[in-house]
């Protein structure tokens, strides 16, 4: 079994700044990828950030220059730092790992359950 928990969703301030965490943890032989994507009410799920294990990073538009996404690979961990907070950047925030389990083949998506960030005017 493989989980995945966010942390560090809040209410800020338009301006202000939120660190968001991931830990995946169970039965993991390896993480090729991670990231974090976003829904707002009556939207879809659209990519924020991801992080490869590699270090390669990719960033939606919209948050290039004001986010950072990086990772911990020993601990299995991703976050993202978020500056200059919009509240148009009001959202659940869901972490995302294509990883690969013990005992399996072949790299498949898992989801945390999601973490509440709401950025007022």
């Known amino acids: 079994q493989v989980q995945l928990v966010e942390s560090g969703g809040e209410l800020v301030q338009a301006g202000g700044s939120l660190r968001l965490s991931c830990a995946a943890s169970?039965?993991?032989?390896?993480?090729?990828?991670m990231g974090w994507y976003r829904q707002a009410p009556g939207e879809q799920r659209d990519l924020v950030a991801t992080?490869?294990?590699?270090?390669?990073?990719i960033y939606a538009d919209s948050v290039k220059g004001r986010f950072t996404i990086s990772r911990d690979g020993a601990k299995n961990t991703v976050y993202l730092q978020m500056n200059s907070l919009k509240p148009e950047d009001t959202a659940v925030y869901y972490c995302?790992?294509?990883?690969?389990?013990?005992?399996?083949?072949?790299?498949?998506?898992?989801w945390g359950q999601g973490t509440q960030v709401t950025v007022s005017s």
């Open positions: 995302n790992a294509r990883l690969r389990r013990d005992y399996t083949w072949g790299y498949y998506d898992y």
């Open positions: 992080i490869t294990n590699g270090g390669s990073t």
């Open positions: 169970g039965s993991i032989l390896s993480i090729n990828a």
